[in-house]
């Protein structure tokens, strides 16, 4: 039992439990307090490597956790977690960075948007806003069916290789449904009239057992 403050200028082996009430000081040009554990492996060293506090596996020679001033936290190996994970910040963000490739990726909430970052090249490749709105700046390739239950707003080229169409397809007044490479053939709904238009000064025919041209 040691009442006062004691001083080991060396080091400090203790074959029992140590209770201290106060403060405990290692003070070197490299603090450690190993942990050895008498029957099992691995062993750990709790250190302080030139300003990084530092977890190491004494056993198999390697950093587990490391600690620098700025508070940066460094796990070189995978970890799991069995609750959640919450990171808070003004712009909360996990970096993935493919250290032997490109590009590098952030997943970030930018003020309030879930975004995808392609870090390498500065750009967003995916956002979803609070309405569910979501917007792929890129191309979108999909393998499998796709079922959409909403409305499809393209402003730009769409290429469809095949389409099944279930119900109405509905045409807004003065746009064309265009066919052939030129555009050959046009039909369209001006607002006064329905027109069907050759646009080459090519045939036009129509064929049936029965053709019927019916006045409204």
């Known amino acids: 039992s040691i009442a006062g403050v004691s001083t080991f200028t060396g080091n400090a082996d203790f074959s029992a439990g140590v209770d201290v ?15 050895i554990d008498s029957n099992n492996n691995d062993d750990f060293a709790i250190k302080n490597v030139n300003g990084v506090f530092t977890i190491r596996d004494a056993t198999n020679g390697a950093d587990r956790l490391t600690i620098n ?17 919450i990171i808070e ?17 952030v997943i970030r909430n930018n003020n309030g948007v879930f975004t995808v970052r392609d870090s390498t090249n500065g750009a967003d490749r995916l956002t979803i806003d609070s309405s569910g709105a979501a917007v792929i700046t890129g191309n979108l390739s999909v ?70 041209l019916l006045r409204a």
Do not use: C, M, W, Y
Request: net charge negative.
């Open 143 to 212: 393998a499998g069916d796709t079922t959409l239950t909403g409305d499809i707003d393209v402003d730009g080229h769409t290429n469809l290789d095949n389409v099944s169409i279930a119900g109405v397809t509905t045409i807004a007044e003065n746009k064309k449904v265009v066919f052939g490479n030129n555009g050959e053939l046009e039909i369209f709904r001006s607002g006064t009239e329905s027109a069907i238009v050759e646009t080459q000064g090519n045939n036009l025919s129509l064929a049936g057992n029965r053709v019927n």
């Open 69 to 85: 001033s700025s508070g940066k936290t460094t796990f070189p190996n995978d970890v799991e977690l069995s609750s959640n994970l």
């Open 21 to 35: 009430t106060g403060d405990i000081n290692v003070t070197s040009t490299l603090p450690v307090i190993n942990l």
């Open 89 to 105: 910040s003004s712009l909360p963000q996990i970096t993935l960075n493919d250290t032997d490739n490109n590009d590098d990726f």
